[in-house]
Protein backbone atom coordinates (compact mmCIF):
# COMPACT_ATOMS: atom_id res chain seq x y z
CA UNK A 1 0.00 0.00 0.00
CA UNK A 2 2.59 2.52 0.66
CA UNK A 3 4.94 1.81 -2.11
CA UNK A 4 1.55 2.09 -4.76
CA UNK A 5 0.81 5.38 -2.26
CA UNK A 6 4.20 6.79 -3.13
CA UNK A 7 4.20 6.05 -7.00
CA UNK A 8 1.03 8.34 -7.23
CA UNK A 9 2.54 11.17 -4.78
CA UNK A 10 5.23 13.75 -6.08
CA UNK A 11 7.64 13.60 -3.31
CA UNK A 12 9.04 16.84 -2.63
CA UNK A 13 12.43 16.67 -0.67
CA UNK A 14 13.33 20.39 0.43
CA UNK A 15 16.91 21.38 1.64
CA UNK A 16 17.61 24.44 2.51
CA UNK A 17 20.19 26.63 0.98
CA UNK A 18 23.22 26.56 2.59
CA UNK A 19 23.87 30.36 2.97
CA UNK A 20 19.96 30.51 4.56
CA UNK A 21 19.06 29.71 8.15
CA UNK A 22 15.31 27.95 7.31
CA UNK A 23 13.16 25.99 8.86
CA UNK A 24 10.24 23.70 7.45
CA UNK A 25 7.25 23.64 10.45
CA UNK A 26 5.98 20.27 10.65
CA UNK A 27 2.21 19.29 9.36
CA UNK A 28 0.40 17.65 11.47
CA UNK A 29 -2.78 16.15 9.20
CA UNK A 30 -2.70 17.89 5.57
CA UNK A 31 -0.14 18.48 2.34
CA UNK A 32 0.33 21.75 1.58
CA UNK A 33 -2.27 23.84 -0.39
CA UNK A 34 -1.09 23.55 -3.57
CA UNK A 35 1.06 21.45 -4.96
CA UNK A 36 4.79 23.13 -6.10
CA UNK A 37 4.55 21.03 -8.95
CA UNK A 38 1.21 22.27 -9.76
CA UNK A 39 1.31 25.98 -9.14
CA UNK A 40 0.13 27.37 -12.38
CA UNK A 41 0.25 31.09 -14.46
CA UNK A 42 -3.84 32.79 -14.30
CA UNK A 43 -3.78 32.40 -18.30
CA UNK A 44 -3.41 28.74 -17.72
CA UNK A 45 -5.88 28.31 -14.61
CA UNK A 46 -8.49 30.16 -17.21
CA UNK A 47 -7.66 28.69 -20.15
CA UNK A 48 -6.77 31.85 -21.89
CA UNK A 49 -3.36 31.05 -23.12
CA UNK A 50 -2.93 30.73 -27.00
CA UNK A 51 -1.31 27.20 -26.23
CA UNK A 52 -3.43 26.00 -23.67
CA UNK A 53 -5.63 23.72 -26.55
CA UNK A 54 -2.65 22.32 -27.58
CA UNK A 55 -1.01 21.28 -24.05
CA UNK A 56 -3.92 18.74 -24.08
CA UNK A 57 -2.73 17.27 -27.19
CA UNK A 58 -0.17 14.86 -28.53
CA UNK A 59 1.19 16.88 -30.94
CA UNK A 60 1.84 19.62 -28.41
CA UNK A 61 5.23 21.64 -28.20
CA UNK A 62 7.53 20.45 -25.41
CA UNK A 63 6.39 23.14 -23.20
CA UNK A 64 3.35 20.56 -22.49
CA UNK A 65 5.13 18.75 -20.09
CA UNK A 66 6.32 21.49 -17.86
CA UNK A 67 3.31 20.56 -15.76
CA UNK A 68 5.43 16.89 -14.74
CA UNK A 69 8.50 19.12 -13.98
CA UNK A 70 8.86 19.71 -9.95
CA UNK A 71 9.18 22.96 -9.01
CA UNK A 72 13.01 23.40 -7.81
CA UNK A 73 13.38 25.46 -4.59
CA UNK A 74 13.54 29.35 -4.34
CA UNK A 75 17.06 30.86 -4.47
CA UNK A 76 18.48 31.97 -1.17
CA UNK A 77 16.95 35.42 -2.11
CA UNK A 78 13.52 34.03 -1.89
CA UNK A 79 13.16 31.16 0.40
CA UNK A 80 10.22 30.85 2.31
CA UNK A 81 8.40 28.41 4.26
CA UNK A 82 5.99 26.69 2.49
CA UNK A 83 2.36 27.47 1.45
CA UNK A 84 0.11 27.01 4.76
CA UNK A 85 -1.72 23.97 5.03
CA UNK A 86 -5.29 23.63 3.70
CA UNK A 87 -7.93 24.00 6.40
CA UNK A 88 -10.69 20.71 5.66
CA UNK A 89 -12.70 24.11 6.17
CA UNK A 90 -11.65 26.10 3.57
CA UNK A 91 -13.71 26.38 0.41
CA UNK A 92 -10.99 25.22 -1.87
CA UNK A 93 -10.73 21.77 -0.17
CA UNK A 94 -14.45 21.08 1.55
CA UNK A 95 -16.25 17.99 0.02
CA UNK A 96 -18.38 18.75 -2.71
CA UNK A 97 -21.84 16.82 -3.35
CA UNK A 98 -21.81 14.11 -5.22
CA UNK A 99 -22.19 14.50 -9.00
CA UNK A 100 -21.54 17.84 -8.75
CA UNK A 101 -20.18 18.67 -12.47
CA UNK A 102 -21.15 20.26 -15.36
CA UNK A 103 -22.62 19.28 -18.86
CA UNK A 104 -24.87 15.82 -19.74
CA UNK A 105 -23.42 12.56 -19.47
CA UNK A 106 -20.32 14.13 -17.73
CA UNK A 107 -22.91 15.48 -15.18
CA UNK A 108 -23.15 12.49 -13.54
CA UNK A 109 -19.51 11.21 -13.99
CA UNK A 110 -19.57 9.06 -17.19
CA UNK A 111 -17.86 9.29 -20.80
CA UNK A 112 -20.45 8.56 -23.22
CA UNK A 113 -18.36 8.89 -26.49
CA UNK A 114 -14.86 9.97 -27.50
CA UNK A 115 -15.82 14.03 -27.98
CA UNK A 116 -16.50 14.05 -24.18
CA UNK A 117 -12.78 13.11 -23.84
CA UNK A 118 -11.39 16.91 -23.99
CA UNK A 119 -14.03 18.35 -21.66
CA UNK A 120 -13.51 15.36 -19.58
CA UNK A 121 -9.58 16.19 -19.27
CA UNK A 122 -10.35 19.97 -18.80
CA UNK A 123 -12.93 19.24 -16.15
CA UNK A 124 -10.56 16.98 -13.70
CA UNK A 125 -7.39 19.41 -14.18
CA UNK A 126 -9.97 22.22 -13.79
CA UNK A 127 -11.13 20.20 -9.95
CA UNK A 128 -7.52 19.02 -9.36
CA UNK A 129 -6.27 22.92 -9.72
CA UNK A 130 -8.59 24.36 -7.14
CA UNK A 131 -7.17 22.26 -4.71
CA UNK A 132 -10.32 20.28 -3.50
CA UNK A 133 -8.43 17.07 -3.49
CA UNK A 134 -6.04 17.66 -1.38
CA UNK A 135 -8.20 17.42 1.71
CA UNK A 136 -7.63 14.57 3.66
CA UNK A 137 -11.71 14.72 4.65
CA UNK A 138 -12.49 14.87 0.36
CA UNK A 139 -9.91 11.52 0.02
CA UNK A 140 -11.41 10.06 3.20
CA UNK A 141 -14.68 10.43 2.51
CA UNK A 142 -14.21 8.74 -1.16
CA UNK A 143 -12.49 5.91 0.06
CA UNK A 144 -15.31 5.40 2.86
CA UNK A 145 -18.24 5.65 -0.25
CA UNK A 146 -16.11 3.11 -2.45
CA UNK A 147 -16.45 0.81 0.65
CA UNK A 148 -20.29 1.58 1.26
CA UNK A 149 -20.36 0.50 -2.56
CA UNK A 150 -18.51 -2.29 -2.30
CA UNK A 151 -20.97 -3.23 0.85
CA UNK A 152 -23.81 -2.45 -0.70
CA UNK A 153 -23.74 -3.99 -4.01
CA UNK A 154 -21.66 -7.28 -2.44
CA UNK A 155 -24.13 -9.69 -4.25
CA UNK A 156 -24.62 -7.56 -7.41
CA UNK A 157 -20.57 -7.66 -7.86
CA UNK A 158 -20.01 -11.36 -7.57
CA UNK A 159 -23.22 -11.97 -9.96
CA UNK A 160 -21.66 -9.81 -12.94
CA UNK A 161 -18.24 -11.35 -12.36
CA UNK A 162 -19.51 -14.82 -12.34
CA UNK A 163 -21.74 -13.91 -15.49
CA UNK A 164 -18.85 -12.32 -17.67
CA UNK A 165 -16.45 -14.56 -16.27
CA UNK A 166 -18.80 -18.08 -16.99
CA UNK A 167 -18.15 -18.47 -13.21
CA UNK A 168 -20.54 -21.00 -11.65
CA UNK A 169 -19.49 -20.80 -7.73
CA UNK A 170 -18.83 -17.65 -5.91
CA UNK A 171 -15.75 -18.14 -4.31
CA UNK A 172 -13.32 -17.35 -6.68
CA UNK A 173 -15.31 -13.85 -7.56
CA UNK A 174 -14.52 -13.91 -3.28
CA UNK A 175 -11.58 -14.51 -2.87
CA UNK A 176 -10.00 -13.01 -6.17
CA UNK A 177 -12.44 -9.63 -6.25
CA UNK A 178 -14.42 -9.02 -3.58
CA UNK A 179 -12.23 -9.35 -0.42
CA UNK A 180 -9.02 -8.31 -2.09
CA UNK A 181 -10.70 -4.71 -2.83
CA UNK A 182 -11.90 -4.64 0.61
CA UNK A 183 -9.02 -5.21 2.41
CA UNK A 184 -7.35 -2.81 0.46
CA UNK A 185 -9.76 -0.06 0.90
CA UNK A 186 -9.85 -0.88 4.88
CA UNK A 187 -6.05 -0.42 4.68
CA UNK A 188 -5.98 2.89 2.89
CA UNK A 189 -8.41 4.67 5.24
CA UNK A 190 -6.37 3.03 8.14
CA UNK A 191 -3.73 4.88 6.88
CA UNK A 192 -4.42 7.71 4.42
CA UNK A 193 -3.98 10.35 6.89
CA UNK A 194 -0.74 8.70 8.35
CA UNK A 195 1.00 8.59 5.10
CA UNK A 196 0.05 11.46 3.52
CA UNK A 197 2.37 13.55 6.49
CA UNK A 198 5.26 15.32 5.69
CA UNK A 199 8.66 13.18 6.92
CA UNK A 200 11.33 14.87 8.38
CA UNK A 201 14.50 13.34 6.72
CA UNK A 202 18.16 14.25 7.46
CA UNK A 203 19.59 17.37 7.26
CA UNK A 204 23.44 17.75 5.64
CA UNK A 205 25.44 19.49 8.29
CA UNK A 206 26.07 22.11 6.00
CA UNK A 207 22.63 23.14 6.55
CA UNK A 208 22.25 22.71 9.94
CA UNK A 209 20.26 23.47 12.34
CA UNK A 210 17.99 23.46 9.41
CA UNK A 211 15.25 21.01 9.29
CA UNK A 212 14.41 19.05 6.15
CA UNK A 213 11.07 17.08 4.80
CA UNK A 214 9.77 15.64 2.40
CA UNK A 215 6.16 16.49 1.38
CA UNK A 216 3.96 13.84 -0.53
CA UNK A 217 1.82 16.13 -3.03
CA UNK A 218 -0.55 14.37 -5.08
CA UNK A 219 0.54 13.95 -8.60
CA UNK A 220 -2.84 15.51 -10.36
CA UNK A 221 -5.07 14.00 -12.81
CA UNK A 222 -4.50 9.93 -13.30
CA UNK A 223 -5.44 7.72 -16.26
CA UNK A 224 -6.53 4.76 -15.07
CA UNK A 225 -7.21 1.77 -18.01
CA UNK A 226 -8.50 -1.21 -16.34
CA UNK A 227 -8.56 -4.91 -17.94
CA UNK A 228 -11.35 -7.55 -18.30
CA UNK A 229 -9.79 -10.75 -16.37
CA UNK A 230 -10.50 -9.19 -12.71
CA UNK A 231 -12.75 -6.47 -13.45
CA UNK A 232 -13.42 -5.25 -10.36
CA UNK A 233 -10.03 -6.06 -8.31
CA UNK A 234 -7.88 -4.53 -11.09
CA UNK A 235 -9.56 -1.40 -11.29
CA UNK A 236 -11.12 -0.37 -8.23
CA UNK A 237 -7.44 -1.31 -6.24
CA UNK A 238 -5.68 1.38 -8.76
CA UNK A 239 -8.63 3.87 -8.10
CA UNK A 240 -8.06 3.10 -4.10
CA UNK A 241 -4.82 4.15 -4.33
CA UNK A 242 -5.11 7.51 -6.98
CA UNK A 243 -7.69 8.95 -4.60
CA UNK A 244 -5.96 8.23 -1.62
CA UNK A 245 -2.98 10.43 -3.15
CA UNK A 246 -5.35 13.06 -3.24
CA UNK A 247 -5.23 12.75 -7.37
CA UNK A 248 -8.33 13.27 -9.59
CA UNK A 249 -9.20 10.22 -11.90
CA UNK A 250 -10.27 9.03 -15.03
CA UNK A 251 -11.31 5.54 -14.88
CA UNK A 252 -11.29 3.54 -18.16
CA UNK A 253 -13.05 -0.14 -17.76
CA UNK A 254 -13.05 -2.60 -20.18
CA UNK A 255 -16.35 -2.98 -22.33
CA UNK A 256 -15.05 -6.81 -22.89
CA UNK A 257 -16.68 -7.25 -18.87
CA UNK A 258 -19.86 -6.39 -20.10
CA UNK A 259 -21.83 -6.41 -17.37
CA UNK A 260 -18.91 -5.23 -14.83
CA UNK A 261 -18.55 -2.30 -17.05
CA UNK A 262 -22.52 -1.70 -16.53
CA UNK A 263 -22.35 -1.99 -13.34
CA UNK A 264 -19.64 0.21 -12.72
CA UNK A 265 -21.09 3.42 -15.26
CA UNK A 266 -24.57 2.75 -13.28
CA UNK A 267 -23.22 2.60 -9.56
CA UNK A 268 -19.67 4.28 -9.24
CA UNK A 269 -21.37 8.16 -10.40
CA UNK A 270 -24.03 7.29 -7.39
CA UNK A 271 -21.49 7.32 -4.60
CA UNK A 272 -18.49 9.27 -5.71
CA UNK A 273 -17.44 13.13 -6.37
CA UNK A 274 -18.60 13.13 -10.14
CA UNK A 275 -16.25 16.04 -10.86
CA UNK A 276 -13.17 15.06 -9.48
CA UNK A 277 -13.57 11.03 -10.43
CA UNK A 278 -15.16 9.86 -13.90
CA UNK A 279 -15.91 7.06 -15.34
CA UNK A 280 -16.06 5.17 -18.99
CA UNK A 281 -16.75 2.23 -19.97
CA UNK A 282 -18.11 2.64 -23.78
CA UNK A 283 -15.18 2.46 -26.05
CA UNK A 284 -12.66 0.00 -26.96
CA UNK A 285 -9.71 0.63 -28.98
CA UNK A 286 -9.97 3.75 -30.57
CA UNK A 287 -11.03 5.36 -27.20
CA UNK A 288 -7.89 3.97 -25.59
CA UNK A 289 -6.39 5.58 -28.30
CA UNK A 290 -7.94 9.38 -28.02
CA UNK A 291 -7.63 8.77 -24.14
CA UNK A 292 -3.63 8.68 -24.68
CA UNK A 293 -3.66 11.36 -26.82
CA UNK A 294 -3.62 13.78 -23.89
CA UNK A 295 -1.51 14.40 -21.00
CA UNK A 296 -2.15 13.07 -17.91
CA UNK A 297 0.26 13.22 -14.60
CA UNK A 298 0.27 9.46 -14.23
CA UNK A 299 -1.01 6.47 -15.86
CA UNK A 300 -1.86 2.94 -14.74
CA UNK A 301 -2.14 0.26 -17.46
CA UNK A 302 -3.11 -3.47 -17.44
CA UNK A 303 -2.86 -5.45 -20.33
CA UNK A 304 -1.39 -7.12 -22.93
CA UNK A 305 2.17 -5.98 -23.68
CA UNK A 306 1.48 -4.84 -26.88
CA UNK A 307 -0.80 -2.30 -26.35
CA UNK A 308 1.20 -1.45 -23.04
CA UNK A 309 4.25 -0.46 -25.67
CA UNK A 310 1.71 1.77 -27.10
CA UNK A 311 0.28 3.51 -24.02
CA UNK A 312 4.05 3.92 -22.75
CA UNK A 313 5.19 5.29 -26.40
CA UNK A 314 2.01 7.79 -25.93
CA UNK A 315 2.53 8.63 -22.45
CA UNK A 316 6.79 8.92 -23.11
CA UNK A 317 5.89 12.29 -25.36
CA UNK A 318 4.65 14.06 -22.53
CA UNK A 319 7.43 12.47 -20.00
CA UNK A 320 4.18 11.32 -18.18
CA UNK A 321 5.13 8.40 -15.21
CA UNK A 322 3.45 5.43 -16.27
CA UNK A 323 2.75 1.98 -14.39
CA UNK A 324 2.25 -1.04 -16.37
CA UNK A 325 0.49 -4.48 -14.88
CA UNK A 326 1.61 -6.32 -17.85
CA UNK A 327 1.45 -10.61 -18.41
CA UNK A 328 4.46 -12.76 -19.15
CA UNK A 329 5.33 -16.54 -20.24
CA UNK A 330 5.89 -16.96 -16.37
CA UNK A 331 7.98 -20.14 -16.59
CA UNK A 332 8.02 -23.05 -13.54
CA UNK A 333 10.81 -25.11 -13.45
CA UNK A 334 9.78 -28.76 -12.15
CA UNK A 335 13.45 -30.69 -10.58
CA UNK A 336 14.02 -34.45 -9.71
CA UNK A 337 14.47 -33.46 -6.07
CA UNK A 338 10.77 -32.38 -5.27
CA UNK A 339 7.55 -33.62 -4.27
CA UNK A 340 6.15 -34.21 -7.65
CA UNK A 341 2.38 -34.33 -6.40
CA UNK A 342 2.53 -31.30 -4.74
CA UNK A 343 4.31 -29.16 -7.41
CA UNK A 344 1.60 -30.53 -9.54
CA UNK A 345 -1.23 -29.34 -7.78
CA UNK A 346 0.43 -26.20 -7.23
CA UNK A 347 1.06 -25.91 -11.18
CA UNK A 348 -2.78 -27.14 -11.93
CA UNK A 349 -4.28 -25.04 -8.84
CA UNK A 350 -2.24 -21.88 -10.33
CA UNK A 351 -2.81 -22.09 -14.35
CA UNK A 352 -6.73 -23.17 -14.13
CA UNK A 353 -7.91 -20.38 -11.90
CA UNK A 354 -10.04 -18.46 -13.41
CA UNK A 355 -9.53 -20.73 -16.22
CA UNK A 356 -6.35 -19.48 -16.95
CA UNK A 357 -6.60 -15.87 -17.46
CA UNK A 358 -4.05 -14.22 -14.89
CA UNK A 359 -1.35 -12.28 -15.81
CA UNK A 360 0.97 -13.99 -13.60
CA UNK A 361 -0.43 -18.09 -13.28
CA UNK A 362 2.20 -20.83 -14.71
CA UNK A 363 2.62 -20.50 -18.06
CA UNK A 364 4.89 -23.14 -19.14
CA UNK A 365 6.87 -25.93 -17.12
CA UNK A 366 10.53 -26.69 -17.51
CA UNK A 367 10.65 -30.07 -16.80
CA UNK A 368 13.79 -32.46 -15.90
CA UNK A 369 14.16 -35.29 -18.52
CA UNK A 370 13.87 -37.49 -15.50
CA UNK A 371 10.84 -36.84 -14.32
CA UNK A 372 8.82 -35.61 -17.30
CA UNK A 373 6.47 -38.29 -18.04
CA UNK A 374 5.62 -38.57 -13.85
CA UNK A 375 4.78 -34.58 -13.41
CA UNK A 376 2.46 -35.11 -16.59
CA UNK A 377 0.78 -37.97 -15.22
CA UNK A 378 0.55 -36.29 -11.77
CA UNK A 379 -1.03 -32.94 -13.57
CA UNK A 380 -3.47 -35.66 -15.09
CA UNK A 381 -4.70 -36.83 -11.24
CA UNK A 382 -4.53 -33.19 -9.72
CA UNK A 383 -7.01 -31.98 -12.36
CA UNK A 384 -8.95 -34.81 -12.17
CA UNK A 385 -9.24 -34.36 -8.48
CA UNK A 386 -10.42 -30.45 -9.01
CA UNK A 387 -12.95 -30.56 -11.68
CA UNK A 388 -13.90 -34.36 -12.25
CA UNK A 389 -14.09 -36.16 -15.13
CA UNK A 390 -15.95 -34.02 -16.85
CA UNK A 391 -14.59 -30.43 -15.74
CA UNK A 392 -17.36 -28.54 -18.37
CA UNK A 393 -19.73 -29.91 -15.87
CA UNK A 394 -17.57 -28.47 -12.70
CA UNK A 395 -18.80 -25.70 -10.60
CA UNK A 396 -14.92 -24.83 -10.41
CA UNK A 397 -14.13 -24.08 -13.31
CA UNK A 398 -14.98 -20.92 -14.96
CA UNK A 399 -14.92 -19.81 -18.87
CA UNK A 400 -13.23 -17.73 -21.19
CA UNK A 401 -14.22 -14.20 -21.82
CA UNK A 402 -15.12 -14.35 -25.14
CA UNK A 403 -15.55 -16.51 -28.38
CA UNK A 404 -12.81 -14.75 -30.15
CA UNK A 405 -10.33 -15.68 -27.11
CA UNK A 406 -11.96 -19.32 -26.62
CA UNK A 407 -10.45 -19.87 -31.06
CA UNK A 408 -7.74 -18.29 -30.36
CA UNK A 409 -7.23 -20.52 -27.48
CA UNK A 410 -8.07 -23.41 -29.37
CA UNK A 411 -5.67 -22.91 -32.42
CA UNK A 412 -2.73 -23.14 -29.87
CA UNK A 413 -3.75 -27.16 -29.65
CA UNK A 414 -1.75 -28.12 -32.66
CA UNK A 415 1.57 -26.73 -31.77
CA UNK A 416 2.17 -29.41 -29.48
CA UNK A 417 0.52 -33.13 -28.34
CA UNK A 418 -2.54 -32.76 -26.13
CA UNK A 419 -1.87 -34.62 -22.76
CA UNK A 420 -4.60 -33.73 -20.76
CA UNK A 421 -7.81 -31.87 -22.16
CA UNK A 422 -7.76 -29.99 -25.80
CA UNK A 423 -11.78 -30.33 -25.51
CA UNK A 424 -13.34 -26.56 -26.85
CA UNK A 425 -16.85 -25.51 -27.44
CA UNK A 426 -16.63 -22.18 -28.76
CA UNK A 427 -20.35 -21.56 -28.35
CA UNK A 428 -20.11 -22.02 -24.64
CA UNK A 429 -16.64 -20.34 -24.47
CA UNK A 430 -15.00 -23.42 -22.99
CA UNK A 431 -12.17 -24.54 -23.11
CA UNK A 432 -11.36 -27.40 -20.57
CA UNK A 433 -8.07 -27.67 -18.43
CA UNK A 434 -5.31 -28.96 -21.08
CA UNK A 435 -1.53 -30.16 -20.53
CA UNK A 436 0.64 -29.88 -24.09
CA UNK A 437 3.59 -31.75 -24.33
CA UNK A 438 6.40 -31.41 -26.82
CA UNK A 439 6.51 -28.28 -27.41
CA UNK A 440 9.10 -26.25 -29.49
CA UNK A 441 10.69 -23.56 -28.32
CA UNK A 442 10.50 -21.59 -31.54
CA UNK A 443 6.14 -22.64 -31.75
CA UNK A 444 3.74 -19.60 -31.59
CA UNK A 445 3.23 -21.57 -27.94
CA UNK A 446 6.58 -19.89 -26.65
CA UNK A 447 6.72 -16.72 -28.53
CA UNK A 448 3.49 -14.70 -26.62
CA UNK A 449 1.45 -15.44 -23.30
CA UNK A 450 -1.46 -18.14 -23.69
CA UNK A 451 -3.36 -16.28 -21.06
CA UNK A 452 -6.24 -19.34 -20.79
Not at 104 to 123: M, P
Not at 217 to 246: C, Q, R
Request: proline letters at 6%; a negative charge; hydrophobic letters at 35%.
Amino acid sequence: GTSFFRSLCREQTFFPPFSSFFIMADVETEPQALPLAHQETENELSGSSSSSSEDENVSSSSSSVSSLEVAAPPPPSSVAPPPPVASSSSPSSSPTPVGNSDGDSLSKGLITNEDQVREAHRILYQQFRSGKTLSIDWRLEQLKALRKFMNENKDEIIKAVMKDLGKQHPSEVIASEYNLVSNELNEYISHCKSWSKPEQVYTPVASQPASSYVYKDPKGVVLIMSPWNYPVNLAIVPLIGAIAAGNCVLLKVSRHSETVCEMFCRLLPKYLDTSCIIVEGEGGASMITKLIEFKWDHVFFTGSVSVGRIVYQAAARHLTPVTLELGGKNPCIIDDTINLTLAARRVAWGKFFNAGQTCIGVDYALVVKSVYDKFVDELKIQIKDFYGDEPKDSKSFARIISKQHTQRLGSLFADGSVAVGGVIDVDQKYVSPTVLTDVRLDSPLMQDEIFG
